[in-house]
């Protein structure tokens, strides 16, 4: 059974930083690209950033381009999404994804976490 699992999320101020972590099971980890999506209240998934299995590229939303960083450690089966300079508009519910492709569209991932909740106050 595979399981994705996202922790960090939470309330910061505008210019903060947090950190999400998305450890998942059940799956040979190092096999799949592994993506980062949000949805804010009211609107459609979006894409936030890409990594490859073997974390040597990386592909990220122009909103987040400079500010957010995606990482995976493979020994650990966990990816992370470092996200500095906060804005509000970064408020939403931050998923993490599983799939064979490296890419930016969500129905490419077959895999996906229950999301953790980011909050961005003004």
């Known amino acids: 059974q595979v399981q994705l699992v996202e922790s960090g999320g939470g309330l910061v101020q505008a210019g903060g930083s947090l950190r999400l972590s998305c450890a998942a099971s059940?799956?040979?980890?190092?096999?799949?690209?592994m993506g980062w999506f949000r949805q804010a209240p009211g609107k459609e998934r979006e894409f936030v950033a890409t990594?490859?299995?073997?974390?040597?590229?990386?592909v990220y939303a122009s909103s987040v381009k400079g500010r957010f960083t995606i990482s995976r450690t493979n020994a650990k089966n966990t990816v992370y999404l470092q996200m500095n300079s906060l804005k509000p508009e970064d408020t939403a519910v931050y998923y993490c994804?599983?799939?064979?492709?490296?890419?930016?569209?969500?129905?490419?991932?077959?895999?996906w976490g229950q999301g953790t909740q980011v909050t961005v106050s003004s």
């Open positions: 994804a599983a799939g064979p492709q490296f890419s930016q569209v969500a129905r490419t991932y077959v895999y």
């Open positions: 990594i490859t299995w073997s974390g040597g590229s990386t």
């Open positions: 059940g799956l040979t980890f190092s096999k799949y690209a």
